[in-house]
């Protein structure tokens, strides 16, 4: 059967990959793709971007595709999945009404209060209803948030009344554009997060294996929010009990909830969670679809045939249905481009693609693209490079390797992808 990835990054690199290694599966397309998904086995790039919502309706019906599976949540947000349906077509993601859980933290916020999951004690307002003085008044540090879709970035820790009155106003101010129409406050949380994804059909979930991300720009988690620096799984932190807590207080009520507000969710829920010394998870935030970078070493880990369970989903069959980890850990390393993440440096030669090949691990592409006969960059992220070892140090070595081989003016990455994992195990 044939498959069809939708997106351009690391994320989708990696789902691409793990599909086609099913025997089932004869060929992944991969709208628009990257680099490494054009000289994959069994993966073809076909250049429709992420946003024509059409023309990848038209591609998928003109190719007969088995399914589609949607990584980024910008086409969620816009209605995917409701188009796709609309026309006969199978697609793995939530609905547009159930992807607000991603495209709005206002909505998210009030769902949570809702159905009584935990989180972060809020408020939200718009420029009309902004009260400054009792910002001003709030203890510190406290999170200012753009309610809308900001690409990982539009969240602010603010140390200081002044510095959150100034993230407040420059986002009502247009600084995320309509992102920041509405912004939420947040209480600030303490504790150690994980990222929590699960396979939903609707009213079940498989969970997929923990993960914990990087966000932070620079080494010792310094620096400014990305999209995510690296990544490992699974995250030490979730503890067999701590699971099942998140399994019973977060994943179970959200599911139900979402199905009696009449918006059962199907496709990759990703709860992004802090965990406080006592182990109780609260919500920070949702996402919609598998998250980038940690899709890159969950993948690595599966052992399942990938397809098998989507479909299993897409059928609504998900209960009891088991997935197979590699008992190792993944840890993956991005290499960004110059200037990342507000502006991208865009078109270096990217050296050392030979050399890969005959390391172990994986180079995952991001932004990446063919030009004149050579691999150049195309985007903020890079790379993802993913080893796999018995200890978080053993992956951490083995993705280094990699990273070691491939260059290009201006990379840059953090070296410390892994360090809380590594100081639970014992040793630097
Ligand atoms: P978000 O886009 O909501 O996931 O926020 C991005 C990052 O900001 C999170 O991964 C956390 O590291 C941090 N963050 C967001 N909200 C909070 C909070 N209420 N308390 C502490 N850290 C937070
Ligand atoms: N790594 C965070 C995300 O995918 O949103």
């Known amino acids: 059967m044939k498959i069809l990835v939708i997106g351009g990054g690391g994320r989708e690199h990696a789902l691409a990959w793990k599909c086609a290694q099913s025997p ?32 990848l309706a038209d591609l998928a019906a003109a190719e007969g595709v088995a399914f589609t599976l949607v990584g980024p949540e910008v086409p969620l947000v816009a209605g995917i999945v409701d188009l796709f349906e609309a026309r006969g077509l199978r697609c793995f993601g939530p609905s547009k009404a159930a992807a607000q859980l991603e495209g709005s933290k206002a909505f998210t916020k009030a769902f949570l209060e809702r159905h009584g999951i935990p989180t972060a004690g809020y408020c939200k307002f718009t420029r009309a209803t902004f009260d400054r003085d009792w910002l001003a008044a709030q203890p510190t540090p406290i999170v200012v948030k753009a309610s809308g879709l900001a690409a990982g970035k539009g969240v602010i820790i603010a140390q200081t009344a002044s510095e959150a009155v100034e993230a407040a106003e420059s986002m009502l101010d247009g600084r995320f554009g309509n992102a920041g ?93 802090m965990i406080d010394a006592a182990g109780r998870p609260k919500v920070i935030e949702y996402n919609v679809r598998f998250g980038d970078p940690e899709t890159q070493p969950v993948m690595m880990r599966l052992k399942s045939d990938f397809t098998v369970l989507i479909e299993a989903a897409l059928d609504g069959a998900l209960e009891g249905v088991k997935a197979e980890w590699d008992p190792r850990a993944a840890l993956g390393v991005v290499i960004a481009a110059e200037g990342y993440p507000d502006e991208p440096r865009k078109g270096d030669v990217i050296d050392g693609l030979d050399s890969v090949g005959a390391l172990p691990g994986k180079l995952f592409h991001a932004g990446t693209a063919n030009k004149d006969g050579k691999v150049v960059t195309s985007g903020g992220r890079v790379f993802c490079a993913v080893g796999l070892g018995g200890t978080v140090k053993a992956a951490q070595r083995e993705a280094y390797a990699l990273v070691d081989v491939v260059s290009f003016k201006g990379g840059q990455y953090r070296r410390d992808i892994g360090h809380r994992a590594i100081a639970r195990d014992g040793g630097p």
């Open 24 to 55: 089932r599966v004869s060929e992944v397309i991969v709208a628009p793709g990257n680099a490494g998904t054009a000289r994959e086995h069994k993966l073809r790039n076909v250049p429709i971007g992420v946003e024509q919502l059409e023309e």
């Open 181 to 273: 129409d509405e912004i939420v406050i947040e209480e600030f949380l303490e504790g150690e997060e994980a990222t929590f994804i699960v396979m939903c059909d609707g009213k079940h979930a498989l969970p997929m294996a923990t993960s914990q991300d990087h966000k932070r720009l620079r080494d010792g988690d310094q620096g400014p929010n990305t999209g995510g620096m690296g990544a490992y799984s699974p995250a030490p932190v979730v503890t067999p009990m701590v699971h099942e807590r998140v399994m019973r207080e977060v994943i179970e009520p959200t599911l139900s909830g979402l199905a009696r507000d009449g918006m059962p969710f199907k496709g990759f829920l990703y709860a992004g969670l």
